[in-house]
């Protein structure tokens, strides 16, 4: 049995997706990071490691969906 999702979107609505995806890439993520850096001797190990680990997931998964949505949308 295969499970397949399809979406019908419109442009604005691409391009919102896409806009959200550079902002979590370029704002988000690195806030994210630089607080579990900057904060990290003064927060616990394990939430410094979280809010840089969380940074780093979001950055690469936005990214490459980003990425993969840009690339499918040149193809069309």
Same mark, same amino acid.
């Given at each position: 049995? %295969?499970?397949? %999702?399809?979406?019908? %979107?419109?442009?604005?609505?691409?391009?919102?997706?896409?806009?959200?995806?550079?902002?979590?890439?370029?704002?988000?993520?690195?806030?994210?990071?630089?607080?579990?850096?900057?904060?990290?001797?003064?927060?616990?190990?394990?939430?410094?490691?979280?809010?840089?680990?969380?940074?780093?997931?979001?950055?690469?998964?936005?990214?490459?969906?980003?990425?993969?949505?840009?690339?499918?949308?040149?193809?069309?």
């Amino acid at each position: 049995m %295969e499970i397949a %999702e399809t979406r019908k %979107e419109n442009v604005s609505e691409y391009q919102k997706s896409q806009n959200v995806r550079l902002v979590d890439v370029f704002v988000i993520a690195p806030i994210l990071i630089y607080a579990g850096v900057k904060y990290r001797k003064i927060m616990p190990q394990w939430l410094a490691g979280s809010l840089i680990l969380i940074g780093a997931c979001t950055a690469i998964y936005n990214g490459k969906n980003y990425l993969v949505n840009k690339n499918q949308n040149n193809k069309v």
